[in-house]
């Protein structure tokens, strides 16, 4: 009986902490932050990205570069989610995010049956967060933990994912500076590179590489040669197709692995991004070490992705929860 009483007293102060957060607005980020008010939030999210990816591996992909995208631009407030309206283009237009971006229909779905079980008590943001973390773990990656507790922020921009996202030729000092910008250090910036291992990536990002290298008429001296021409197979020179586009690692393209990292140190990084850790000789041993370590790769992986969910993140009576990913209430 007094062991019954103190669960009751404990469950007691836990909603009134909850709440009392809620009200004065300081309430950060918690693991099982939906504990009591939706406690099958995070499996309906898990069985929603698992359909998904039983239809279509890439999606894994797709999840994890939305999550990144939404934090790097005004924080992990799902912004990246809203659907542009005849007098915002928001970030998902931005040329950035479309078309790379993929699988915002699994984060609906998700939205549609949490709404239905609990209503506008789970943010979109936090389903990001649990989808992004959903598909590491189905792509072969580490499970890790995810606080919650993120509001939905109110604004979604495309002209603020120019200054925000790293690019695809960005140099080693740009790269640096961009990650360094959100609070990351060098190390985890090579980390966090090795989500190049998964997906697919469209010629028009890379095509310069293989036809007019730095305005030059020519292949960039960088590049594998043999590489270069299978790339050059699948990217037709002059090809208006839009909707080409290549495994990002050709080996095993849906699988979270440090084949990525084999790929640079053969100079068979795609973008001139992945090319560029080899420029420094501290983020090249980077690179060698993820390349045969990859156990040690994939913990680093898992805690700089939980860093990187707490980018910026709104909380307590900050944003809202949106009743529908794509529009602001």
């Given at each position: 009986?007094?062991?019954?009483?103190?669960?009751?007293?404990?469950?007691?102060?836990?909603?009134?902490?909850?709440?009392?957060?809620?009200?004065?607005?300081?309430?950060?980020?918690?693991?099982?932050?939906?504990?009591?008010?939706?406690?099958?939030?995070?499996?309906?999210?898990?069985?929603?990205?698992?359909?998904?990816?039983?239809?279509?591996?890439?999606?894994?992909?797709?999840?994890?570069?939305?999550?990144?995208h939404d934090c790097f631009v005004k924080g992990c407030d799902g912004s990246v989610l809203i659907d542009s309206t005849p007098s915002n283009r928001a970030e998902k237009d931005s040329p950035a995010n479309n078309?790379?971006?993929?699988?915002?229909?699994?984060?609906?779905?998700?939205?549609?049956?949490?709404e239905a079980a609990c209503p506008e008590v789970v943010s979109c943001a936090d389903i990001l967060a649990f989808a992004?973390?959903?598909?590491?773990?189905?792509?072969?990656?580490?499970?890790?933990?995810?606080?919650a507790g993120r509001r939905d922020g109110r604004v979604s921009l495309a002209s603020e994912t120019f200054a925000n996202l790293p690019g695809?030729?960005?140099?080693l000092r740009q790269l640096t500076q961009s990650f360094a910008n959100k609070g990351f250090t060098q190390d985890e910036m090579v980390t966090l590179s090795g989500a190049h291992t998964i997906?697919?990536?469209?010629?028009?990002?890379?095509?310069?590489?293989?036809?007019?290298?730095?305005?030059?008429?020519?292949?960039?001296?960088?590049?594998e040669p043999y590489y270069a021409e299978q790339l050059k197979q699948?990217?037709?020179?002059?090809?208006?197709?839009?909707?080409?586009?290549?495994?990002?690692?050709?080996?095993s393209p849906d699988e979270l692995d440090t084949s990525y990292y084999a790929n640079v140190l053969e100079n068979r990084g795609l973008f001139a991004s992945d090319q560029a850790l080899l420029t420094d000789p501290a983020t090249a041993a980077q690179v060698r070490l993820s390349a045969f370590d990859s156990f040690a790769w994939s913990d680093r992986f898992a805690q700089a992705m939980l860093k990187m969910g707490q980018i910026g993140v709104l909380t307590g009576s900050d944003g809202e929860i949106r009743l529908n990913c794509r529009v602001i209430n």
């Amino acid at each position: 009986m007094e062991s019954l009483k103190g669960e009751i007293l404990l469950l007691v102060l836990m909603v009134w902490a909850f709440m009392s957060a809620l009200i004065d607005g300081t309430t950060e980020l918690q693991l099982g932050f939906y504990g009591i008010s939706c406690p099958q939030a995070e499996m309906v999210v898990r069985e929603e990205v698992s359909m998904a990816l039983r239809d279509d591996a890439g999606l894994a992909a797709g999840l994890l570069r939305m999550h990144f995208h939404d934090c790097f631009v005004k924080g992990c407030d799902g912004s990246v989610l809203i659907d542009s309206t005849p007098s915002n283009r928001a970030e998902k237009d931005s040329p950035a995010n479309n078309p790379s971006l993929r699988g915002f229909h699994v984060i609906d779905s998700a939205k549609s049956r949490l709404e239905a079980a609990c209503p506008e008590v789970v943010s979109c943001a936090d389903i990001l967060a649990f989808a992004a973390r959903d598909s590491i773990v189905m792509a072969g990656g580490v499970e890790y933990q995810v606080p919650a507790g993120r509001r939905d922020g109110r604004v979604s921009l495309a002209s603020e994912t120019f200054a925000n996202l790293p690019g695809p030729n960005s140099n080693l000092r740009q790269l640096t500076q961009s990650f360094a910008n959100k609070g990351f250090t060098q190390d985890e910036m090579v980390t966090l590179s090795g989500a190049h291992t998964i997906g697919r990536a469209h010629c028009g990002t890379f095509s310069s590489r293989l036809y007019n290298n730095s305005g030059t008429a020519s292949q960039d001296p960088n590049l594998e040669p043999y590489y270069a021409e299978q790339l050059k197979q699948q990217c037709p020179q002059g090809s208006t197709d839009a909707s080409l586009a290549v495994p990002m690692d050709p080996w095993s393209p849906d699988e979270l692995d440090t084949s990525y990292y084999a790929n640079v140190l053969e100079n068979r990084g795609l973008f001139a991004s992945d090319q560029a850790l080899l420029t420094d000789p501290a983020t090249a041993a980077q690179v060698r070490l993820s390349a045969f370590d990859s156990f040690a790769w994939s913990d680093r992986f898992a805690q700089a992705m939980l860093k990187m969910g707490q980018i910026g993140v709104l909380t307590g009576s900050d944003g809202e929860i949106r009743l529908n990913c794509r529009v602001i209430n």
